[in-house]
């Protein structure tokens, strides 16, 4: 059922020039539409050549995201915990578990239909809600939300939900788990071998 | 077959009756029977590798897509009396004459459910089961639950799984017993197949795979329950939520009545605890042994091993354990 959640998720945010004035939801739209467009012409990311992903989602994803406050979300109350460097490092490798779960995601998506729902926000609003849903035939839809937030760089997504399950807080309980045992060090050094072990995965992979 | 089928859930829900007294410690506050749960959480993912995982590739390499959808479809149109059922329980009833509409529909010009043309027609699929009615209702999740095969559940949506989910599904009605078997392990592999690639991400991404796949459970019943909307959640409401249930847990061989009758002051400090905000953002959850301490303790009564009776036992002591719930039930 939820094959194609994770790919979507992260496909909505290609490369919007600037996106100052743009209306959240019409820059998801946007975003959104460009990616799949770029997916469905892309013979060798349906295939799921790694390093064309990785290309397209360093390029247009990205950029919209704000890391920082995703791994501070991640992190809840333990954040503040964590001195300014730490902080640098939890990011980095928080970002780079995230891309690769994103970027091997994306080559599965097979033509669903995304629906865009309507923005429930007020004018002055600098924290939104954009819900989006993915329709497959057979199964439910899936609702893919976005939590936004305006910055001085335009809006950027802080938190991706999939059908409920937001793929940033899900972390929340094994972070406070580690930092519980071996404190932020341990988390980063978990971080750390969790990427190393992705990277050695990808590259014996034949693809 | 049928006996032992009736005996395998039976001990199932013993399994689950039993655990629910016998909380360990330790781990994260958020899952009581984490030690138990890891077990079979290692259990079942063996299962998976060596048998259920093969099965449902060498099943989505041998059918085309189009077969593979049409047997997906086949069975979710099935699926839709119950979940059409359930809606109305829930009060939905306007969800619920969708479901009909779409099983008529796909029943007959989707022939016998193997397109889902009502889809296309406008009217939605739904997910609802009887633990989603029950969470409607404001009865709590309780303590996290791995259960033997089936993975992911909680105290409620376990019971109401093997208990009552089972005969809203027509599959189990099929009188022949070779063919019902058959076609419960078709939807089973198909069921796996249509999951691959979500498992294979869901264990790339994890830290720590147990605790990925029971956090996101969690968040997807909460949110299935609202249907899609779920009120915030503060962080520390989790932990202190179910250190009750389990605190709750425990006392399951109090009465059905007796809690009853005490459920009603128990839901309404907890509904004022949630709404101070003071309390959210301390950043410590109230001690489990704070909130058992309100709510005296009943002694005397013999524990009694029928499951109808601890049924509704674990049901209403869950029901004061989550307060969260509480808010959105149908209650006037």
């Known amino acids: 059922m939820m094959k194609l959640l994770f790919a979507l998720c992260f496909s909505v945010f290609a490369a919007a020039a600037s996106a100052q004035d743009i209306a959240p939801d019409a820059q998801v739209k946007k975003i959104t539409n460009e990616v799949i467009e770029v997916i469905k012409q892309d013979k060798d990311i349906q295939a799921g050549n790694r390093k064309k992903i990785d290309q397209l989602v360093d390029a247009k994803v990205l950029p919209h995201f704000n890391f920082s406050r995703m791994t501070a979300l991640a992190m809840g109350r333990n954040w503040p915990k964590a001195n300014t460097e730490q902080q640098k490092i939890l990011t980095n490798e928080f970002r780079t578990l995230l891309v690769h779960t994103y970027s091997g995601a994306l080559s599965t998506y097979k033509n669903q239909v995304i629906e865009f729902k309507p923005l429930r926000a007020a004018a002055g609003d600098t924290d939104v809600t954009v819900r989006t849903q993915v329709k497959q035939p057979g199964t439910e839809p899936v609702s893919i939300d976005y939590g936004m937030e305006k910055t001085p760089n335009g809006w950027k997504v802080y938190d991706v939900v999939v059908g409920g399950v937001s793929l940033v807080t899900n972390y929340r309980e094994t972070f406070n788990a580690e930092i519980r045992d071996a404190g932020v060090d341990g988390l980063i050094k978990s971080l750390v071998s969790k990427n190393r072990s992705l990277e050695t995965q990808a590259s014996s992979k034949p693809k | ?332």
């Open chain 2, 1 to 332: 077959m049928i006996m032992s089928r009736r005996f395998l859930r039976l001990s199932l829900l013993a399994t689950l009756v039993g655990l629910s007294g016998c909380a360990t410690t330790g781990g994260s506050p958020g899952d009581p029977l984490e030690g138990y749960n890891r077990a079979m959480f290692g259990f079942n993912e063996g299962v998976d590798k060596a048998i259920i995982k093969p099965l449902a590739s060498g099943y989505r390499t041998v059918m085309p897509e189009f077969a593979r959808t049409g047997v997906t479809n086949f069975f979710a149109n099935l699926g839709d009396l119950w979940i059409g059922i359930n809606n109305i329980l829930q009060g939905k009833v306007g969800a619920g004459a969708s479901d009909f509409g779409r099983f008529a529909m796909n029943s007959t010009i989707g022939i016998l459910g193997l397109f889902d043309v009502a889809s296309n027609a406008g009217l939605e699929k739904h997910n609802e089961d009887f633990g989603q009615t029950l969470g409607r209702w404001g009865v709590g999740g309780g303590a996290y639950v791995v259960l033997p095969l089936l993975g992911s559940s909680n105290v409620r949506d376990g019971f109401s799984r093997l208990v009552v989910d089972w005969h809203g599904d027509p599959v189990w009605y099929v009188g022949n017993i070779p063919t019902r078997n058959e076609l419960l392990g078709v939807r089973g592999v198909d069921d796996r197949a249509n999951l691959l690639d979500v498992s294979r991400l869901a264990e790339e991404a994890a830290l720590d795979h147990y605790a990925y796949v029971r956090d996101a459970f969690l968040q997807r019943r909460r949110s299935l329950i609202y249907d899609g909307e779920p009120p915030p959640e503060a962080e520390p409401a989790k932990s202190s939520d179910s250190g009750e249930s389990r605190d709750a847990a425990a006392r399951v061989e109090t009465t059905p009545a007796q809690i009853i009758t005490q459920r009603g002051e128990r839901i309404a400090t907890a509904a004022d605890e949630e709404l101070t905000p003071a309390k959210e953002f301390a950043g410590v959850a109230a001690p489990p042994a704070a909130a058992g301490q309100e709510f005296p303790r009943v002694t005397g009564a013999v524990y009694e091993p029928r499951i109808p009776a601890n049924y509704a036992a674990l049901l209403a002591v869950s029901a004061e354990a989550h307060a969260g719930l509480v808010r959105t039930s149908l209650r006037p």
